[in-house]
């Protein structure tokens, strides 16, 4: 930006090459838009640290427990991170990927040994899994040998599925006909048929002996996993090579880690999801760092993490040092709320939050994906149909902008007073929330469809594709990860709500964790709320603080899963 | 985009459509025209308007089988529109209106019974601006013999091999047919198109200036591809360059600004010796 005074000497007004034009309105711009995203960034961090303090009551322990601390844990990672940053760029990204990859593997299984305790049990998943994979392999049979039969293969799409999911059930009908106004009675109308066709989970379940639990779950979840990421190994190496090694590593690893659990006090199948979403993942991971062989002093990180925090609390308990007593701790996630907040936990409103997310995902997502579609690719864009459509899309913008106590009370009239379902329970809750945030799930779904260009889709229909086609394999692929964004961020903001559960008479202080989707629900938010007004002051600061936390956290997961997923299909 | 199209509506079209109808071209015996060429696609009175501004102008033109058809004019006078027609690619604008007739081999593709997707499936289109979808070269390729459901009965890989060769791609990509086709050069691109279209073996291609963002060697490449597709193909081919016409097409359509075609004749005649004086001044350059 060095100028120089141009000397007047020159007749002519064009501007010489050394003389700098005035950018300052430029500037200025600039730096207050950094300001404000510093701002920002620096409330939310502080209020975040706010939250954490009071979670993890620091305030509790000696200085000198933080004295041992710094030493063995700050200093040595800070001076690592610093080095990288410095010297070493690559084995800078391989150490935050080397301890980030395990950490969300580790809270990802968090959720999966809750959906396997709570939901269903591994005798149940294998049924359910071993009943799909069926219903896959006929649809696919049926593709293949009988390409040309449209309608049947819709059928078959269709019915499979339920078959073997369900068979052909007993079935029994005994309720009177009667006349619409007046309520006379016509008739009676009554029978019952026999069970005709047993569905394939039934009939797994007729075998005399199914394998214990843990060898079901490293059949079902270990193997197949191991063998996706395999597969990205495999795409990722010259020589295919790399599906059946993961599989035969993380099986062996995971059916010893299995055996040595129990004798420790943890659950074998805890122990199988635990370890199996530790090592997949970073054992793809180091595969990729040890080929590349790149940034192999990254790999020391997590090791310094680990040894730093073990050397260090082996110190402060020798010294006698006071460590702080979190709010936030294994007790408080695995118990239920209790009246004195020593012995308050949040397990069920976990177990709850996380039951009501299924419910709105199933709900929502398909819902709103299938009417942007129809919306964006199917609905005229003119005539009266045309300006119907338009108002119909200026409308769902508005509900989007209607606050959450208004679908509270939406969801109690529809399914607690027209539907007839018990109130407080998690399908209603779910459903609730589901259709808050339809509107947003459409809206994002029918931007990210928008954002497909015309020629894509003409260069489909001039290849002779009908619509559907177009839709099928042009116009979802390309616009499912921006579909995806925008359910993340529907999702987030689903599960923090809470006036439409207090609409709908979700109970606070649940002791019980809900057993299936019909019980009694309890939800995160709702008793994070009513921890704010209790009485004694260390649930509305200490206890909620770590309910909060606990909030964020899942939050976070669930977040982070979708950007993976998200990246993933990006990159395809 | 307001047809309705299911797919087994389409198959039976495609397959109960197959009669030919010999019509003798009677313009003119010169010795570019080989004896005998039928005329595939039969145009008459076209019109077509985009909302209440007409785009073309009772057009009518007869379109000669397995040769090369050039459609030059300026810019904005309907070139576009008139390809567009051909294969309905125009029932996609809400706001176009189509009057008149298009016959292949005798039938009207604007006839209420005729599916569009059927029709589209016979007559293959290349786009003015390069447009490979986001998916790997070979699946681009594959793409057209996929949807129309002809890929479960043949060997793919033979099939998309031989389209990229047609298309003078093979030899570029072969190690790479799992690239994605967005990771291509322009021309490359293009190249895929062309490749695509020509995959599913449709009668008649439509090219929109397949070769207007290319330099001269991809198109001097494109033109010898038009040369050789001509030998089993109908082309019918947008260009502005008025030397490329002259050395691909056999006859060539000269429209100019309103939507009126002017004239059409075989392309010597059209560049040595035009009957209309305005197709001489835009050929030499004196029309704007
Ligand atoms: N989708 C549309 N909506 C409204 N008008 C259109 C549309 N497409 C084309 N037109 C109009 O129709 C006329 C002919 O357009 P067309 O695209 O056929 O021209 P062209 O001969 O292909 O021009 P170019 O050589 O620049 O590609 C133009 O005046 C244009 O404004
Ligand atoms: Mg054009």
Redesign the pocket.
């Known amino acids: 930006m060095a100028s120089e005074p141009t000397d007047g000497g020159t007749a002519s007004d064009r501007p010489t090459l050394t003389m700098s034009i005035s950018q300052l309105r430029g500037r200025i711009f600039e730096l207050i838009s950094a300001g404000a995203t510093i701002f920002g960034i620096t409330v939310v961090m502080g209020m975040l640290v706010y939250v954490a303090r009071d979670a993890l009551r620091l305030g509790a322990a000696d200085p000198g427990w933080y004295l041992v601390f710094f030493w063995t844990l700050v200093v040595p990672s800070l001076g690592m991170a610093g080095y990288f940053a410095v010297r070493d760029r690559a084995a800078g990204s391989v150490a935050y990927a080397a301890t980030g990859i395990p950490v969300i593997g580790i809270l990802v299984a968090g959720g999966l040994v809750i959906v396997f305790t709570e939901l269903i049990d591994p005798q149940e998943w294998l049924a359910l899994v071993f009943a799909l994979v069926v219903a896959g392999a006929i649809i696919s049979a049926h593709q293949r040998y009988r390409p040309q039969a449209t309608f049947e293969r819709l059928l078959v799409l269709f019915l499979t599925p339920i078959l073997t999911l369900y068979g052909i059930p007993a079935l029994s009908v005994d309720r009177a006909i009667t006349t619409p106004l007046t309520g006379t009675e016509l008739f009676t109308l009554s029978f019952s048929t026999p069970a005709l066709l047993p569905s394939v989970r039934e009939l797994l379940f007729v075998l005399p002996i199914l394998p214990a639990g843990w060898i079901l779950l490293l059949g079902t979840v270990t193997a197949p996993l191991a063998y996706g990421f395999g597969r990205l190994i495999a795409a990722r190496r010259d020589d295919e090579r790399g599906r059946l090694e993961l599989v035969a590593v993380a099986v062996t690893v995971v059916a010893i880690a299995a055996n040595i659990g129990p004798l420790v006090g943890l659950s074998a199948e805890g122990t199988i999801l635990v370890t199996t979403a530790l090592l997949v993942p970073t054992l793809t991971y180091l595969e990729g760092v040890v080929r590349r062989r790149e940034g192999f002093a990254g790999l020391a990180f997590p090791v310094v993490l680990v040894g730093g925090t073990f050397v260090g609390a082996v110190l402060a308990t020798s010294l006698g040092f006071a460590s702080p007593d979190p709010w936030l701790d294994w007790s408080f996630l695995t118990s239920a709320p209790s009246r004195t907040p020593e012995d308050a936990g949040m397990y069920p409103p976990l177990v709850g939050s996380i039951l009501i997310v299924i419910v709105i995902a199933m709900s929502a997502f398909p819902v709103g994906v299938g009417a942007a579609i129809y919306l964006e690719e199917y609905a005229p864009d003119s005539g009266r149909l045309g300006r119907f459509v338009d108002f119909l899309e200026v409308n769902i913008g508005n509900l989007a902008g209607v606050p959450s106590i208004v679908y509270g009370l939406l969801g109690l009239a529809l399914f607690v007073n027209g539907v007839g379902l018990r109130d407080g329970i998690v399908i209603v809750a779910g459903l609730t929330i589901g259709l808050l945030i339809l509107p947003i799930v459409i809206i994002s779904s029918q931007e990210a469809i928008k954002a497909v260009p015309d020629s894509r889709r003409e260069a489909s229909y001039g290849m002779g594709a009908t619509r559907w086609q177009t839709i099928r394999h042009v116009v979802l692929p390309e616009a499912f990860p921006g579909i995806l964004t925008g359910t993340i961020l529907a999702m987030g903001r689903a599960i923090g709500e809470t006036a439409p559960l207090l609409m709908i008479g979700v109970a606070d202080s649940v002791r019980s964790v809900p057993d299936g989707f019909f019980d009694i629900a309890a939800a995160m938010p709702a008793q994070i709320f009513s921890w704010k007004s209790e009485l004694a002051p260390e649930f509305r600061t200490g206890v909620m603080a770590a309910g909060v936390i606990t909030l964020l956290v899942v939050l976070l997961v669930m977040n982070g899963t979708a950007i993976v997923l998200r990246n993933k299909y990006q990159r395809e | 985009m307001s047809q309705p199209t299911t797919d087994s509506a389409t198959e039976e079209t495609a397959e109960s459509d197959d009669r030919l109808i010999e019509t003798e071209v009677s313009v003119s015996e010169t010795v570019t025209q080989p004896a005998g060429a039928s005329t595939i696609i039969d145009v008459g009175d076209l019109s077509?308007y985009?909302?209440d501004?007409q785009?073309?102008r009772s057009v009518s033109m007869e379109i000669p089988e397995r040769q090369v058809t050039a459609l030059i004019?300026?810019?904005?006078?309907?070139?576009?529109?008139?390809?567009?027609c051909l294969n309905r690619m125009n029932d996609l604008?809400d706001?176009?209106r189509v009057d008149g007739t298009v016959e292949l081999l005798g039938q009207n593709v604007y006839d209420d019974d005729v599916d569009p997707v059927a029709l589209r499936r016979r007559i293959g289109m290349v786009f003015?601006e390069p447009n490979p979808f986001p998916k790997s070269i070979y699946d681009n390729v594959a793409y057209g013999l996929r949807v129309q459901g002809k890929a479960d009965d043949i060997d793919l890989d033979a099939e998309v091999e031989r389209a990229l060769r047609s298309a003078a791609l093979w030899d570029e990509v072969k190690d790479q047919l799992d690239k994605s086709g967005l990771e291509l050069s322009g021309g490359q691109q293009q190249r895929l198109c062309i490749a695509r279209a020509i995959a599913p073996d449709p009668e008649v291609i439509l090219m929109?200036?397949p070769a207007s963002a290319l330099d001269p060697v991809a198109t001097s490449k494109i033109e010898d591809l038009i040369d050789d597709l001509a030998e089993e193909y109908t082309v019918i081919i947008?260009t502005?360059n008025m030397q490329q016409a002259a050395r691909i097409s056999d006859k060539t359509a000269v429209?100019l600004t309103g939507?009126e075609l002017v004239e059409f004749d075989d392309t010597q005649t059209i560049f040595e010796n035009p009957a209309d004086p305005r197709v001489e001044d835009y050929i030499t350059g004196k029309f704007g």
């Open positions: 077509v985009y909302h501004d785009a073309l004019g300026p810019s904005g006078c309907g070139k576009s529109t008139f390809l567009r604008i706001a176009a003015q929109d200036e947008v502005h429209f939507g």
